[in-house]
C-alpha cells in the first residue's frame, strides 16, 4: 500500500512558477514509476510528466516540454513537479500516481493516486 499526498499547488500570475510535491509513504517508493496528472473543469485527466523508479527515464507532454520538469528523491520518499513560465492553461487539478514497474500514458496503469492540489494561473 501507497499513500500520496501532493503539496505546494496555489495561484500564480502567468509567467511565474510552482513546485509541486508528492510525498510517499512506504518501504519501495524506488519500486515505482511516478507520474503527475493533471484534469481541467470539462477535460480528461492527462498525463503530464513520468519518471522510472530510479530516476534515469522521463517523460514529459508536448504542451509542457520546455518549462516543466520532473524529478525525484527517493531518500525522502518525495516527487517533485517544477512548473516554470506557467499559461492560463495550465490550470486544472493536479495529482501525483504510482504505477507498479514502468511509467504509462494511461491512468489505469497507476494503481495509487493522491487527492490532489489545485494549480490556478491568472492571465
Known amino acids: 500500500q501507497v499513500q500520496l499526498v501532493e503539496s505546494g499547488g496555489g495561484l500564480v500570475q502567468a509567467g511565474g512558477s510552482l513546485r509541486l510535491s508528492c510525498a510517499a509513504s512506504?518501504?519501495?517508493?524506488?519500486?515505482?514509476?511516478m507520474g503527475w496528472f493533471r484534469q481541467a473543469p470539462g477535460k480528461e485527466r492527462e498525463l503530464v510528466a513520468a519518471i522510472s523508479g530510479s530516476g534515469g527515464s522521463t517523460y514529459r507532454a508536448d504542451s509542457v516540454k520546455g518549462r516543466f520538469t520532473i524529478s525525484r528523491d527517493n531518500a525522502k520518499n518525495t516527487v517533485y513537479l517544477q512548473m516554470n513560465s506557467l499559461k492560463a492553461e495550465d490550470t486544472a487539478v493536479y495529482y501525483c500516481a504510482a504505477a507498479p514497474s514502468r511509467w504509462s500514458t494511461l491512468a489505469s496503469f497507476y494503481d495509487y493516486w493522491g487527492q490532489g492540489t489545485q494549480v490556478t494561473v491568472s492571465s
Open positions: 512506504g518501504r519501495t517508493f524506488s519500486s515505482y514509476a
